[in-house]
């Protein structure tokens, strides 16, 4: 039992070490204006450096954003997620679609 928890411990450690967040004043002006470019309409967006580059996280239209930049202001990866209210409107409409006579 004490094995799992040093070891929970230890991973948890490790994955906040690995990101630190950072002020929107500390991202270089390239880096954001790069995100600024590709997403014009990103607002509140939550900064982060992570092993060199930034990471950019922030809302549109219901869709969580996760852009990562080099310091050069390359897009070098963008992930998407749907938000919750968008995950149970799909999943009411395919329950109805499938069990709709029960």
């Known amino acids: 039992m004490k094995k799992i928890i040093f070891l929970l411990v230890a991973v948890a450690s490790v994955s906040f070490a690995n990101a630190q967040k950072i002020a929107e004043k500390d991202v270089p002006a390239n880096v954001k204006s790069s995100l600024k ?7 509140e967006v939550k900064w982060e450096k992570e092993s060199g580059n930034f990471e950019a996280g922030f809302e549109l ?16 990866g963008i ?6 209210r968008q995950w149970r409107d799909i999943l009411q409409r395919d329950r109805f679609a499938k069990y709709n006579g029960y």
Do not use: C, F, M, R
Request: neutral net charge.
């Open 37 to 43: 470019k590709q997403y014009p309409n990103a607002k």
């Open 79 to 84: 992930e998407k997620t749907n938000s919750e």
């Open 61 to 76: 239209k219901e869709v969580d954003y996760s852009v990562l930049l080099n310091a050069s202001g390359n897009i070098h």
